[in-house]
Nanobody, 123 residues
């Protein structure tokens, strides 16, 4: 069955870096888009980034452009989110999801979700 497992979260100081991983099983990555979303306490889930299935195009929320990079390793069936220059406002639970959404940041368009990994940016 389809499964997504996130890892790599943790506590980091402002300005630091983390790399999140999303390991997929039960399907082949290159046929589906993989999106990263995050949800902070009391806030709605928001799209962070996405890598498409067709040509590997990447998409980013304005709030993370220039700081986050999404990539895909088809051999390992894993998608990564490299997060640099982290800010306290990046604190959230980060989820990866897969599907064929009509728009990359449309959460309802994703069919399968991981359990999430906590990222806390604090001094």
């Amino acid at each position: 069955q389809v499964q997504l497992v996130e890892s790599g979260g943790g506590l980091v100081q402002p300005g630091g870096s983390l790399r999140l991983s999303c390991a997929a099983s039960g399907f082949t990555l290159d046929y589906y888009a993989i999106g990263w979303f995050r949800q902070a306490p009391g806030k709605e889930r928001e799209g962070v980034s996405c890598i498409s299935s067709s040509d590997g195009s990447t998409y980013y929320a304005d709030s993370v452009k220039g700081r986050f990079t999404i990539s895909r390793d088809n051999a390992k069936n894993t998608v990564y989110l490299q997060m640099n220059s982290l800010k306290p406002e990046d604190t959230a639970v980060y989820y990866c999801a897969t599907g064929r959404p009509s728009s990359w940041d449309f959460a309802a368009g994703y069919d399968y979700w991981g359990q999430g990994t906590q990222v806390t940016v604090s001094s």
